[in-house]
Nanobody, 121 residues
C-alpha cells in the first residue's frame, strides 16, 4: 500500500502565500515524478507543477513565476510554495506521485486525498 498525505491548504487573501506539503509512504521502490494538480469546480483536473527525480521541473503557464515546487528524494516529499495567490487559484490541490512499488513493476500514479485552497478577493 502507498499513501500520499497532504497538508497546508486553507483560506488566504489575494496576494498572500500558502505552502503545500505532501509525503509519500508505504511500499515504495522508487519514485519517478512528483507533482501537484488542481481541480476547480466545474473544471477538469490540471497540472500545476511537476518535478522529476533529477529535479527537472515544469509549471503551468498560469503559475510560472509565482509558484515553486521542490522535492526531497530521501524523504519522498514534495512541496509547493504558492506566492502572489489569485482568486483563480482557488481549487482542490492534489499531490501526485508516479512510482514503482517493486523493481521491474510498471510505473503507477498515486494520488493524495486533496486539500482545499481558497483565495479571496
Amino acid at each position: 500500500q502507498v499513501q500520499l498525505v497532504e497538508s497546508g491548504g486553507g483560506l488566504v487573501q489575494a496576494g498572500g502565500s500558502l505552502r503545500l506539503s505532501c509525503a509519500a509512504s508505504g511500499s515504495i521502490f522508487s519514485i519517478s515524478t512528483m507533482g501537484w494538480y488542481r481541480q476547480a469546480p466545474g473544471k477538469q483536473r490540471e497540472l500545476v507543477a511537476g518535478i522529476t527525480s533529477g529535479d527537472s521541473i515544469n509549471y503551468a503557464d498560469s503559475v510560472e513565476g509565482r509558484f515553486t515546487i521542490s522535492r526531497d528524494n530521501a524523504k519522498n516529499t514534495v512541496a509547493l510554495q504558492m506566492n502572489s495567490l489569485k482568486p483563480e487559484d482557488t481549487a482542490v490541490y492534489y499531490c501526485n506521485a508516479r512510482l514503482r512499488t517493486r523493481w521491474g513493476r510498471p510505473l503507477v500514479d498515486y494520488w493524495g486525498q486533496g486539500t482545499q485552497v481558497t483565495v479571496s478577493s
